[in-house]
């Protein structure tokens, strides 16, 4: 069974971190990118960070850049993002992604898109407020 599994979320207080984990199960992870999206209540998913295979190359949405690092460890195969300086606006629940090697190679270049991403977890809420 293919599975990828969020924990980490909570509520934190605006200028907090937090950092999410995506521990992943019946695939092989260093054949897959990992991307992490969020969906705030009433707007679409929106793709937040993308990383390769390696881990050597990483790609953030603007609107985290600075704040957001994502990272991987393919022995524990699981994928982190290190959440600093939220923000309200950060508030979400957040989804980890997998997304083939074989389908779209192995780089995370450009837009972070939902369509390429074939398995993912079930999300983690993160709540930002005073």
């Known amino acids: 069974q293919l599975q990828l599994v969020e924990s980490g979320g909570g509520l934190v207080q605006p200028g907090g971190s937090l950092r999410l984990s995506c521990a992943a199960s019946g695939f092989t992870f260093n054949h897959y990118a990992i991307g992490w999206f969020r969906q705030a209540p009433g707007k679409e998913r929106e793709g937040v960070s993308c990383i390769d295979t390696s881990g050597l190359s990483t790609n953030y949405a603007d609107s985290v850049k600075g704040r957001f690092s994502i990272s991987r460890d393919n022995n524990k195969i699981t994928a982190y993002l290190q959440m600093d300086s939220l923000q309200p606006e950060d508030t979400a629940v957040y989804y980890c992604?997998?997304?083939?090697?074989?389908?779209?190679?192995?780089?995370?270049?450009?837009?972070?898109?939902?369509?390429?991403?074939?398995?993912w977890g079930q999300g983690t809420q993160v709540t930002v407020s005073s």
């Open positions: 992604a997998a997304r083939t090697r074989d389908t779209y190679g192995t780089s995370c270049f450009g837009a972070i898109e939902l369509y390429e991403y074939s398995i």
